[in-house]
């Protein structure tokens, strides 16, 4: 059972350039999530999708921006990426009735 | 906005002792979630807290949800090192989504 999985596992990026992280879950969870966790900050959400097809908006989404083309993937884009989005990012899915979330192992993402 | 306050942010005790982190708000939950974050890796969940007073057990950690749904507990008896980690709070605030605390530091050690 892989659960969830993002990719890459780390990545140094140049500022300006275009990313994609990749989350994939095989439990058939309707609810998908990304958050970014910075230290003294926490978790923060950036975009959600309750299900296949819907997305909204987090705390932060300034920068991202994310598809639900499928149940099974969630994919977050970083159009032009800028040094305060350094920061590892973490996928989450979730069974919306019970709504305990499920976390992938994250990304690291830096921004030079 | 940070909807719920962790408290005390970093706890460091000797193996065998017990301990009390919490997690406070001036909101109300439906439900309220703990989890267990250890370095380089996702968060965990431990247990959900639904009914106002409720107390949920699990092994040697006692979690309870304040009757007005809007603070936590959770008690370690007799730590272990393997309870090390970083404990994180979340409160559902509708449209399955959950706002989350900062966490308590927790270092047991040997």
């Known amino acids: 059972i892989a659960g969830i999985t993002q990719a890459p596992t780390s990545q140094i990026l140049a500022a300006g350039r275009r990313m994609t992280l990749r989350c994939t879950q095989d439990?058939?969870?309707?609810?998908m999530y990304w958050y970014r966790q910075d230290l003294g900050l926490g978790l923060r959400l950036i975009h959600y999708s309750n299900t296949a097809g819907t997305t909204g908006k987090g705390e932060v989404p300034d920068g991202y921006s994310v598809s639900r083309a499928n149940t099974d993937d969630f994919p977050l884009t970083l159009a032009s990426a800028v040094p305060s989005q350094t920061s590892v990012y973490f996928c989450?899915?979730?069974?919306?009735?019970?709504?305990?979330?499920?976390f992938g192992p994250g990304t690291r993402l830096t921004v030079l | 906005t940070q909807l719920l306050e962790q408290s005390p942010q970093f706890l460091s005790i000797q193996e065998g002792e017990n301990l009390t982190v919490y997690c406070n708000s001036s909101?109300?939950?439906?439900?309220l979630q703990w989890y267990r974050q250890e370095p380089g890796e996702g968060p965990v969940l431990l247990v959900t807290v639904v009914t106002g007073g409720e107390v949920k057990k699990l092994k040697r950690l006692t979690f309870q949800f304040g009757d007005a749904r809007k603070d936590s507990s959770l008690h370690i008896t007799a730590a272990q090192p393997g309870d090390t980690g970083l404990y994180l709070c979340?409160?559902?605030?509708?449209?399955?989504?959950?706002?989350f605390g900062k966490g308590n530091q927790v270092v047991v050690i040997p």
């Open positions: 439990m058939r969870h309707n609810a």
């Open positions: 989450a899915s979730s069974d919306s009735v019970r709504g305990e979330q499920f």
């Open positions: 909101s109300v939950f439906s439900s």
């Open positions: 979340a409160g559902d605030y509708g449209n399955n989504r959950l706002a």
